[in-house]
């Protein structure tokens, strides 16, 4: 379960963190085999979890990428999603210790079942900075299957595969995995966990 608390106000930007999935629980009472979680300030920190932020960019007047890097660095977060893969905020990051999901939207999933676009958005995207910028993931559109567009889910998985076979080529599957982005909406019961099942529709 993704717990989301305000850590910062940075001009006027708010941030935002979640606990990376780990062996935490934070509605209270026991939970069998948990790590004790430890808060200190408002950022909760728990043994054998990451702690990391979503970073976010649609908003009025946001601090530069350099200087968000000197927050982050400044709260020990050591992961962040960004939703597309802006060459300033990766280059800020360079030789930081800070990991990295990078999105590739919904609109370029047409092109991405493209093999040799697939290889150029890599080359542009990802190679240029995977060698100083923690890159791990590549989020291959976002929250495709709460949508009700038939034709867009048909483009998931061949962008997928295209974008995996691209980074095959080029050396960087052991450095960057691919995945896709869910919203909980696919779920028919999420709670608790080990009783979580998908959608009829999309199992």
């Known amino acids: 379960m993704m717990q989301y608390k305000n850590i910062s106000k940075f001009g006027s930007d708010l941030l935002f963190i979640y606990l990376f999935p780990g062996d935490t629980d934070f509605r209270g009472g026991s939970r069998r085999k948990r790590e004790k979680a430890k808060t200190h300030g408002s950022v909760v920190r728990t043994r054998g979890a990451g702690l990391g932020i979503n970073y976010g960019q649609i908003a009025n007047d946001l601090p530069i990428p350099s200087r968000v890097a000197v927050l982050l660095e400044s709260l020990n ?84 595969q295209s974008i995996y076979t691209s980074l095959t080529n080029l050396g960087l599957q052991k450095q960057v995995t691919v995945s896709t982005a869910h919203s909980l909406n696919i779920l028919a019961n999420s709670y608790p966990p080990s009783a979580g099942t998908f959608r009829p529709d999309l199992a």
């Not at 999603?81 to 990991?99: H, I, M, R």
């Open 77 to 160: 977060i050591s992961r962040v999603k960004l939703y597309d893969s802006d060459p300033n905020v990766l280059s800020a990051f360079a030789g930081s210790d800070v990991e990295f999901i990078i999105g590739l939207g919904n609109e370029y999933l047409v092109d991405m079942k493209d093999l040799s676009k697939a290889q150029d958005w890599i080359q542009q995207h990802v190679q240029p900075y995977v060698g100083r910028t923690k890159i791990t993931c590549i989020v291959v559109g976002n929250e495709v299957y709460s949508m009700n567009d038939t034709q867009l889910i048909g483009y998931v998985l061949p962008a997928m």
